[in-house]
């Protein structure tokens, strides 16, 4: 069975510093990671992915996230945070090549203090 | 591609009213979702389609819900009667079955008085 935890619901950071935003899955299979954000009274666009390929994933907007097999993560960071980064962000793992077993976390709101 | 279209983008309806909600996918995607969002709940599945057949609509809440996909370009989510706690942001999302990821709609913000 596959499920996705996000660890922090809220996450503040000052405009400029880095961000982390955490993510620990299961899966019995190889899965694939996935980052969609979120903004506000918008619909879900998508980050980031892993799919069995490099790692450390790189994304739109100056996102990444590293794929950890030992510690079963999926953590999205970037460098130095700009208020247009306030939205949501969820976590999401699939079986690997298989678009209806797809789990989504339950998001971490993300909100960037001037 | 324009993307994931859904209609309307809000909707405002009274209670017991039925309520049809649109979503054309990109074209070329095997997978169609239909999601809800709401505060208390998050993001819930209510159902899915591959080429055009219903999946999976364990997620549907009741049998007032229903959905159809006549064709590989158009689908409906149904409300019928609507009820105050249907309120939510109904999205729809289309895949190509590589596992590479949805796209999602814009979303239909749903408002049952």
């Known amino acids: 069975a596959q499920s996705v935890t996000q660890l922090d619901s809220h996450v503040s950071v000052s405009e400029g510093t880095p961000v982390l935003l955490r993510c620990n899955y299961s899966?019995?299979?190889?899965?694939?990671l996935f980052w969609y954000v979120q903004h506000p009274n918008k619909g879900l666009q998508l980050l980031l992915k892993y799919t069995s390929a490099a790692t450390l994933v790189k994304g739109i907007n100056g996102f990444e996230a590293e794929f950890k097999k030992s510690e079963t993560s999926f953590h999205l960071t970037k460098p130095s945070a700009h208020m247009s980064d306030a939205a949501e962000y969820f976590c999401?793992?699939?079986?690997?090549?298989?678009?209806?077993?797809?789990?989504f976390g339950k998001g971490t709101r993300l909100h960037i203090l001037p | 591609d324009a993307g994931v279209i859904q209609s309307p983008r809000h909707e405002v309806t009274e209670m017991g009213q039925e309520v049809t909600l649109r979503c054309k996918p990109i074209?070329?995607?095997?997978?169609l979702f239909w999601y809800r969002q709401t505060m208390m709940r998050g993001l819930e599945l209510l159902i899915y389609?591959?080429?055009?057949?219903?999946?999976?609509d364990s997620g549907m809440p009741e049998d007032r819900f229903s959905a159809k996909m006549p064709n590989a370009s158009f689908s409906t989510l149904k409300i019928q009667p609507s009820e105050p706690r249907d309120s939510a942001v109904y999205f729809c999302?289309?895949?190509?079955?590589?596992?590479?990821?949805?796209?999602f709609g814009s979303g239909t913000r749903l408002t049952v008085v």
């Open positions: 899966s019995s299979y190889s899965p694939s």
């Open positions: 999401v793992v699939s079986e690997y090549g298989r678009d209806d077993k797809i789990i």
């Open positions: 999302a289309s895949s190509p079955s590589t596992g590479n990821g949805y796209t």
């Open positions: 074209s070329g995607h095997d997978y």
């Open positions: 389609f591959n080429n055009n057949v219903p999946i999976d």
